[in-house]
Nanobody, 126 residues
């Protein structure tokens, strides 16, 4: 079992940047693919990015492609989500989640993920 804790959310102006962190404990991070999801009020949860293990192959939703970078530091047991050029529509509650290894890629659907963090709020003002 792995415990995940997100941090790094906050209030930022449109065009600004944030780096979210997903810190893992209780298990070896390299044993898991990690995904990031977000949910805005009144909307369904949206997968936005993931990173595989052990090759760190990444994938991004079209809504964030080119503005978001996911990367992992297994020595620090942390996966990061660097978000640049943020827009008001990026305002949401962001969660990370872990998945068992998924071939050479990582899952793009929530039902493949087993453990979830508590989330961190990102608010982008216009």
């Amino acid at each position: 079992q792995v415990q995940l804790v997100e941090s790094g959310g906050g209030l930022v102006q449109s065009g600004g940047s944030l780096r979210l962190s997903c810190a893992a404990s209780g298990a070896t991070l390299r044993d898991f693919a990690i995904g990031w999801f977000r949910q805005a009020p009144g909307k369904e949860r949206e997968w936005i990015s993931c990173i595989s293990t052990p090759d760190s192959i990444t994938a991004y939703a079209d809504s964030v492609k080119g503005r978001v970078t996911i990367f992992r530091d297994n020595t620090k047991r942390t996966v990061y989500l660097q978000m640049d050029n943020l827009k008001p529509e990026d305002t949401a509650f962001y969660h990370c989640a872990s998945s068992p290894p998924y071939g050479r890629s990582c899952p793009g659907t929530a039902n493949r993920y087993t453990y979830w963090g508590q989330g961190t709020q990102v608010t982008v003002s216009s």
